[in-house]
């Protein structure tokens, strides 16, 4: 048997806050003289839902009451037994089943109640009634279970009651509470037994569980016809019997078939074992009765009425090793080849529930070998196959067995020798010398690390790229054995000829030229010497040089492998290089502005005997020494282009800064006569580039006279020019603008009035 663990934690569902949870109960009793029982009453709850609390305890919505009938009335004879609070302990899970582990939040808690009633002795029964609402709308196996209460009674029958002598019976007690889950198709064997105090003989049975409280209404009103309705979460009082049974989904299930189940899950009527395999996942409602009989008659039958959920388990032992191949799920086969002894590793889950580990193996030679360590190793007589077996957890139900198939072949050996010219880059031959004891090779593979592979027995292979490659070789036989073996080459021959590249061929001072190596096999690790023809050189595999003087030059190259292989080889006249001119030039007026936009360029270039000027990439000039008017203030971008006679050209570019001015002067008298001569006072100059203007003329009196933000608009030497003449004196003229580039200006002078 495997662990099992449980993977679906949903225990039971909502139906409302006020009454849903409750999910089973019993009655019990004990006759203590006098014509007095005490009653035990045990109700259950999941205790890991919000639902509801047991009545009368601490912060439930009702108050626990119970009712007591006589045959053959529905006047109760007891309307109401008002319950005292419940002692409310945990139910720890059940652990018949070891494989079964119970998450954290599934929980049961039982709420007992105990109240003792003086029942005088009866020709009838007395009937001891509890109901509650309402069963959860999970259940599976009857009709509308969320609409369902249940009712909790027991029977104090006409020959178990007292007589003048004393007690006469007390009634069976249950052992143990069923399991809180159930495993989908996992057998179940739970002891539902009860023991008796008197004796008496106990036969079980599943019976009906009975319908109780509902959702709606208040407590029933005091006629027969109302009592006979168990209206309200818990009616009080109580309903009178005979009370109806719950009605299950037929013909699927029934009293005596609560859960179905290949084989039915029944309970011994002479044990109270309950047994079989349930094969439906859900919650079903249950109910167990135990009869109590005395020389043939019954006296009294204790009815538990309580839920199964049968939930998904999944196993969580298997036993399993480190292996080559896996047959059938769980026979495991380790093939060695050359190696006698072996060790054997663990690797079972989940380790948690392991407690032990048996290994077994058949020598073929009636010795066995053994070992109770997790992990073990075993020494096998020699060729051949041999069987062998893991168990975990020896003689639990929780354990599990690994069948292992141990194959013992013969070694095999990889290995190759290798051979090549190592100054001539040509292929390297490799030649096959792996053997095994099984006869032939079957396959062959090559790997040249550098990507390429080969089957073949003993191949050539030729390397584009020298170096230090590793080589690895990895045969198989025929009973699958593989072996491998590495080998490092050192493929380092010298090019058989040297090839080069130049960027350039001709060119003109400074010249750039790259030399472009495309001898192979090559590389950093090779000792290269370039010589230039000018007297320098580089040890670079694919230098770039500068040429700072003109000529014609050879070039040559030299190449040496690590493993001293030498090529070199000479290029004459391979590169030309021309003279070039220097371009140069100065210009007036520098700077120069807006006032004086002509400006004279003035060629310093050296050995140039052609010109081409560009200006802003707008205009063109091929004098030697123009004048250009620039068109606006700002930066300007002159180049220059000169040209040699050998074709060589120099290029310089400047950027002229043109500045911005402004020329602006006040006068210093006017004669507002209005001769037209000279009436008004206003700036003279040149305004270009002007922003934010503003002048204001005061009178000695520092009253504002004039005010204006436009410097064409002049003082015709009225009050704000509308109002009277102003007398003739001297006035203060202030004067603010922006000038070009945001250089702030202010200008302070004197207006004087001529009449």
């Not at 020494?625 to 040699?644: A, K």
Request: hydrophobic share 35%; glycine share 8%.
């Amino acid at each position: 048997m495997k662990k099992l663990i449980f993977i679906a934690i949903s225990l039971l569902a909502f139906f409302n806050a006020q009454a849903a949870h409750i999910i089973g109960g019993e009655i019990t009793y004990l006759c203590i003289g006098n014509n007095q029982y005490e009653f035990t009453m045990k109700i259950y709850r999941d205790c890991a839902s919000s639902g509801a609390q047991f009545d009368s305890a601490p912060g439930a919505f009702t108050e626990g009451t119970v009712t007591v009938y006589r045959d053959g009335t529905v006047v109760p004879y007891i309307p109401t037994v008002t319950l005292d609070a419940p002692t409310i302990t945990n139910i720890p899970p059940d652990v018949s089943n070891p494989c079964l582990i119970i998450p954290d939040d599934v929980c049961v808690e039982e709420g007992l109640y105990i109240f003792i009633l003086t029942l005088p002795t009866d020709p009838n029964s007395y009937h001891i009634v509890y109901q509650r609402c309402c069963r959860n709308n999970s259940i599976n196996n009857i009709i509308f279970p969320e609409d369902t209460g249940a009712t909790y009674t027991i029977e104090l029958t006409p020959e178990a009651q007292q007589n003048s002598t004393g007690c006469v019976n007390n009634s069976p007690t249950f052992n143990n509470f069923p399991p809180i889950i159930i495993c989908v198709n996992e057998p179940i064997n739970f002891d539902h037994s009860a023991s008796d105090s008197d004796g008496d003989q106990l036969v079980y049975k599943f019976c009906s569980p009975k319908e109780g409280g509902g959702t709606g209404g208040t407590d029933p009103g005091s006629t027969p016809m109302d009592a006979a309705l168990p209206n309200g979460v818990a009616p009080n009082p109580d309903t009178p019997p005979p009370f109806d049974n719950v009605t299950f989904v037929s013909p699927t299930y029934g009293p005596l078939n609560p859960m179905g189940g290949d084989p039915q899950v029944a309970i011994d009527p002479a044990t109270g074992m309950i047994s079989g395999i349930p094969n439906t996942l859900g919650q079903f409602v249950v109910g167990v009765c135990v009869e109590e009989y005395r020389n043939g008659v019954l006296l009294s039958t204790v009815k538990r009425d309580f839920q199964f959920n049968v939930e998904s388990c999944e196993p969580t032992v298997f036993a399993q090793i480190q292996n080559d191949e896996v047959v059938n799920g769980n026979q495991f086969v380790v093939n060695s080849c050359g190696n006698n002894s072996i060790t054997f590793i663990d690797q079972s889950f989940d380790q948690n529930f392991i407690n032990t580990y048996n290994w077994s193996f058949d020598l073929n030679n009636g010795d066995t070998a053994t070992s109770t360590t997790q992990n073990t190793s075993i020494t096998f007589p020699g060729l051949g196959t041999y069987q062998g077996q893991l168990v975990l957890n020896q003689g639990s139900p929780c354990d599990d067995t690994a069948t292992i198939f141990v194959n013992i072949y013969p070694e095999i050996n990889a290995d190759f020798t290798y051979s090549y010219d190592t100054c001539i880059a040509g292929p390297v031959s490799f030649n096959n010398l792996s053997i095994t004891g099984a006869g032939a090779i079957t396959s062959n593979l090559w790997e040249f690390g550098d990507g390429n592979i080969n089957s073949e027995d003993s191949p050539n292979y030729l390397y584009s790229a020298p170096g230090n490659i590793p080589v690895t070789l990895t045969v198989e036989d025929i009973n699958g054995c593989v072996d491998d073996t590495t080998q490092i080459i050192e493929w380092f021959p010298a090019p058989p000829i040297l090839i080069i590249e130049p960027s350039i061929y001709k060119g003109c001072i400074p010249q750039n030229v790259f030399f472009n190596n495309l001898s192979t096999p090559i590389d950093d690790t090779y000792d290269i010497v370039w010589d230039f023809g000018d007297g320098n050189t580089s040890g670079e595999i694919s230098p770039t040089y500068i040429y700072e003087t003109p000529g014609v030059f050879d070039v040559s190259l030299s190449v040496t492998s690590p493993l001293g292989c030498s090529i070199s080889d000479f290029f004459p006249n391979l590169i030309t290089v021309e003279p070039s001119p220097l371009a140069n030039f100065i210009y007036t007026p520098n700077p120069p502005t807006n006032f004086q936009p002509d400006v004279e360029f003035t060629d310093l270039s050296i050995d140039a005997v052609q010109w081409f000027w560009n200006f802003n990439d707008i205009d063109n000039s091929f004098d030697q020494n123009p004048v250009y008017t620039f068109p606006d203030t700002g930066l300007q971008q002159v180049t220059l282009i000169v040209t040699h006679t050998s074709g060589c050209q120099d290029t310089l570019t400047q950027f002229i800064d043109v500045v911005p001015k402004v020329a602006y002067f006040l006068p210093n008298a006017f004669t507002p006569n209005f001769d037209s001569i000279n009436d008004e006072f206003f700036g003279k100059g040149f305004f270009d580039g002007m922003e934010n203007f503003k002048m204001t003329i005061w009178n000695r009196w520092g009253e504002l006279v004039f005010e204006t933000s436009d410097y064409r608009e002049g003082w015709n030497g009225r009050k704000l020019n509308v109002g009277k003449d102003s007398p003739q004196g001297v006035y203060v003229v202030v004067v603010t603008y922006t000038g070009p580039r945001g250089r702030d200006v202010e200008l302070k002078g004197f207006a004087t009035i001529v009449k």
